[in-house]
């Protein structure tokens, strides 16, 4: 007979006693600690970490792997912040090498998808005075009005914090208008790491961690729902990255708002942050695993493709993700300027779908709130 995951693990005279007793924490189903969050940091090899993360996220998906179509509109590169790790943003001083396009602009970009199916548009960017609560407002109405059955998932708390500054709206009062207005779900930007001394270093001036947390704990308890990310891999540390999800975990018990958590693999081409190596893709398992163990109550973990490459995003399906995000259309400048692997990200629903069966699970196309668009198991594609 062949040993269970749990047995092989239990037995083996290469495992310390305190990770057996963790590895038995999880297939029991219990939730870690803080510190044993650190330890599994420390110490779980990749192989020990990939056993455990996978047991969960078959528990939780079983072989499904989701996906959606969708793309994305950057409104302008230019930003009043200038986070160190940024490639992308050019500060409202360098305005001549920055886009910002006019609402009419960015509905032109959304009429180019009539009639193909794609089921949302990704609206993010940088922040600039005139895109404001006016701007968003007639935006978010007109696509809308244009094709209402687009998902809106766009902004984040950064964006949010400084359009409802200076329009004079508490939190509560700017999202139930953006709802009203079409907003439908909020992606998971923004949140980079929320210990306050390396946030105020790498992202210094934008939103706070405690703000960041309450404008997604407000969304949620009007009953909406979104994503969140973490940005590491630079100058953090292990617990800084425990403590993030701590956070996260914490707010999710409250909400239970968020869908997927999204690890962001900093990249350090063209930014401030140059000077700090990337971590190993080893490095990028074991913490798509670690977030798998940790996050308990998150439903989903997304290994954004277009970041880590295909490559990578296919072995991290193997160590806890079960999202791959979605077909992107090229429409992302974001981590090509970054230094990603992916300089064109775009793929058509045929090769993700490839992706996902070449390893051996089952492709599912979602809606944004994971709603099941079509099963393609049984689908071939001539
Ligand atoms: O907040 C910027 C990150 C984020 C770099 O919710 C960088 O479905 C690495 O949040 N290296 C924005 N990361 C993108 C984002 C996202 C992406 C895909 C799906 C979803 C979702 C959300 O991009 C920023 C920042 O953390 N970022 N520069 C960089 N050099
Ligand atoms: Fe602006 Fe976002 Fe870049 Fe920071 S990460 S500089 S907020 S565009």
Redesign the pocket.
């Known amino acids: 007979m062949i040993a269970s995951h749990p047995e092989v693990i239990i037995a083996s005279s290469h495992i310390s006693a305190h990770l057996k007793q963790i590895a038995k924490k999880v297939f029991n189903g219990e939730r870690i600690s803080f510190d044993e969050g650190v330890t599994l940091y420390k110490e779980g090899s990749l192989s020990f970490l990939g056993t455990l993360a996978d047991f969960v996220r078959q528990k939780k998906s079983g072989d499904k792997v989701f996906f959606n179509r969708n793309f994305h509109v950057e409104p302008t590169n230019i930003c009043v912040y200038s986070?160190s790790?940024?490639?992308?943003s050019r500060l409202i001083k360098n305005r001549e090498q920055g886009w910002e396009l006019s609402v009419e602009q960015i509905l032109d970009i959304i009429k180019k998808y009539d009639g193909q199916p794609v089921t949302e548009v990704?609206i993010?960017g940088g922040v600039v005075p005139k895109q404001d609560l006016a701007f968003y407002t007639e935006l978010f109405k007109k696509i809308k009005a244009h094709r209402p059955d687009l998902h809106i998932?766009a902004l984040?708390p950064?964006e949010f914090h400084y359009i409802f500054k200076k329009a004079k709206l508490t939190y509560e009062e700017g999202l139930k208008h953006f709802k009203e207005v079409g907003l439908d779900s909020i992606?998971?930007?923004?949140?980079?790491i929320f210990d306050k001394d390396i946030r105020d270093k790498i992202a210094g001036g934008k939103c706070t961690t405690e703000e960041w947390l309450s404008i997604h704990e407000i969304w949620h308890k009007m009953g909406n729902q979104?994503?969140a990310?973490m940005?590491y891999g630079h100058i953090e540390t292990f617990e800084h990255r425990v403590d993030h999800m701590e956070r996260l975990r914490q707010l999710q018990d409250k909400t239970k708002g968020f869908n997927?958590f999204?690890p962001?693999?900093?990249?350090?081409?063209d930014?401030e942050m140059s000077n700090v190596p990337e971590v190993s893709v080893i490095e990028d398992l074991r913490n798509y695993a670690i977030a798998r163990i940790y996050l308990d109550n998150f439903p989903h973990i997304?290994a954004?493709w277009?970041?880590i490459g295909r490559s990578t995003a296919q072995m991290a399906l193997n160590f806890g993700a079960d999202d791959l995000?979605g077909t992107i259309d090229d429409t992302t400048k974001?981590?090509s300027m970054?230094?990603s692997e992916e300089q064109n990200p775009k793929l058509s629903t045929q090769e993700l779908v490839e992706l996902i069966k070449q390893v051996g699970r089952t492709p599912i196309e979602r809606d944004t709130l994971y709603g099941v668009v079509k099963d393609y198991s049984a689908v071939v594609f001539n």
């Open positions: 986070c790790f940024c490639s992308y990704h993010t998932k984040t950064v992606p998971g930007g923004g949140a980079e979104s994503n990310t940005l997927a999204i962001l693999k900093f990249r350090n081409k930014n997304k954004y277009a970041m995000d974001i981590y970054a230094g």
